[in-house]
């Protein structure tokens, strides 16, 4: 995995939907690709883990408790797009819901080997795969 070329794809995919603010959900305690992003975007990264939060937040970025399985929508509502760094294949549909309700764009980085949820198109950029949900509510006039 490497780690530039996820933050390079974020943050071009991100500039070219004119995303302002962007969210990380399921962070765990992988915390470089958000502080990354950070220098260039309002980031929001979000856990279930109580520890991993606190982390984030020694590490400046603004970091929140949540619950996939039982997201809290407000706190997503302004967000443009979310992304999430290898999650478990279970939980992608649960990641794609909440960008479908909060009407963001959702990029996700899965681990190798997976099969796409029908619903996302794969992307390949120098060597990484990414699975794209564009969310066609967000660009209409």
Known sequence: MNIDTIVEF???YAEKYKSKKIAEVGIG??????????????????????????????????????NLFNPNIEMYKNID???????????????????????????????????????LKLKSYKGEVFYIYENKKQYSI
């Open 10 to 12: 974020i943050k071009n």
């Open 29 to 66: 305690f992988k915390f470089d690709i958000a502080k990354e992003l950070n220098k260039y975007f309002d980031v929001m990264v979000t856990d279930i883990n109580k520890k991993s939060v606190e982390k984030g937040k020694l590490l400046g970025l603004n970091a929140y408790e949540d």
């Open 81 to 119: 797009l979310i992304y999430s760094i290898r999650p478990p294949r279970d939980l992608q549909i649960y990641i794609l819901n909440l960008s479908k309700k909060v009407n963001a764009n959702l990029i996700i980085r899965p681990l190798l080997n997976e099969e796409v949820i029908e619903e």
